[in-house]
């Protein structure tokens, strides 16, 4: 049976507990965790992906790294700021199920750059923004980022 423990802080009666993890699903360490069964082969296997805490994190700290308030502040340091803690996040959790969680912080972050760059320029309709500033543009002309939305491995066995 695979059970898993997690002890966080001493004292704390609602985080030390253990857990059947083929029953429930638990978060530890920034993931959550939990059994199974694959689409094609029926076999359980471990599914790993983001916690909706360790996204919604994410996702507030690139909202206050793009906020209305540092329009004055040069694109480029706003872009590089967003681009070392896009990088840090990724390089943690992309890891094996993590490709909607990584979909959604890239939407997030294409759509928060896009937000402070109409507020940068004075473009009050979105459809003009979304024209104006089109998803190619934030890559190619301001060097944001390119969350992958792609597991890097093929399968979630070993070859033999």
Same mark, same amino acid.
């Given at each position: 049976? /695979? +059970?898993?423990?997690?002890?966080?802080?001493?004292?704390?009666?609602?985080? *030390?507990? &253990?857990?059947?993890?083929?029953?429930?699903?638990?978060?530890? /360490?920034?993931?959550? /965790?939990?059994?199974?069964?694959?689409? !094609?082969?029926?076999?359980?296997?471990?599914? =790993?992906?983001?916690?909706?805490?360790?996204? %919604? $994190?994410?996702?507030? $700290?690139?909202?206050?790294?793009?906020?209305?308030?540092? &329009?004055?502040?040069?694109?480029?340091?706003?872009?590089? *700021?967003?681009? !070392? #803690?896009?990088?840090?996040?990724?390089?943690?959790?992309?890891? @094996?199920?993590?490709?909607?969680?990584?979909?959604? =912080?890239?939407?997030?972050?294409?759509? @928060?750059?896009?937000?402070?760059?109409?507020?940068?320029? %004075?473009?009050?309709? !979105?459809?003009?923004? +979304?024209? @104006?500033?089109? #998803?190619? +543009? /934030?890559?190619? !002309?301001?060097?944001?980022?390119?969350?992958?939305?792609?597991?890097?491995? %093929? #399968?979630?066995?070993?070859?033999?």
């Amino acid at each position: 049976m /695979l +059970e898993a423990t997690t002890i966080l802080t001493q004292g704390d009666e609602a985080k *030390n507990h &253990t857990v059947d993890a083929t029953k429930a699903s638990f978060n530890f /360490l920034g993931f959550t /965790l939990r059994m199974s069964q694959g689409i !094609r082969t029926g076999k359980p296997y471990p599914h =790993v992906c983001p916690a909706d805490k360790s996204l %919604k $994190k994410i996702k507030a $700290k690139l909202t206050a790294m793009t906020g209305r308030e540092l &329009t004055p502040i040069p694109v480029e340091m706003i872009v590089g *700021n967003v681009n !070392r #803690s896009l990088k840090g996040w990724v390089n943690y959790f992309h890891y @094996r199920n993590s490709n909607q969680g990584m979909e959604k =912080v890239k939407a997030h972050t294409e759509q @928060r750059m896009r937000t402070h760059l109409m507020k940068r320029h %004075k473009v009050k309709d !979105r459809g003009i923004g +979304e024209g @104006r500033f089109p #998803s190619v +543009e /934030l890559y190619r !002309r301001y060097g944001l980022y390119k969350v992958p939305t792609a597991a890097g491995w %093929k #399968s979630a066995h070993a070859s033999a």
